[in-house]
């Protein structure tokens, strides 16, 4: 069983700096690859990034490619999602989650923690 805990949220200005963390327990992570998504009421849940655990390839949406970085702590067990240069469309709650390597589908979900960029 995968846990996840996200933190990091709040309210921020256009133009500034946000990092979201992800704290995960599991028994194994090295099998696994850590997203992020976004989701805005009325919408779908948005890809944003994810990182494979083990090898550390990433990979982003067009719409935060250049802006956001995520990166993996290993020792720690924690994902983080470093948000930069943030827009007023970026406004969501962002959710963490994981999947094992050979799926596609995201099994485990974190909470979710808000994020609101103001104009």
């Known amino acids: 069983q995968v846990q996840l805990v996200e933190s990091g949220g709040g309210l921020v200005q256009a133009g500034g700096s946000l990092k979201l963390s992800c704290a995960a327990s599991?028994?194994?992570?090295?099998?696994?690859?850590m997203g992020w998504f976004r989701q805005v009421p009325g919408k779908d849940r948005e890809f944003v990034a994810h990182v494979s655990w083990s090898s550390g390839s990433t990979s982003y949406a067009d719409s935060v490619k250049g802006r956001f970085t995520i990166s993996r702590d290993n020792a720690k067990n924690t994902v983080y999602l470093q948000m930069n240069s943030l827009k007023p469309e970026d406004t969501a709650v962002y959710y963490c989650a994981a999947r094992q390597l050979f799926k596609r589908t995201y099994d485990y979900w974190g909470q979710g923690t808000r994020v609101t960029v103001s104009s």
């Open positions: 599991a028994r194994t992570f090295s099998s696994y690859v």
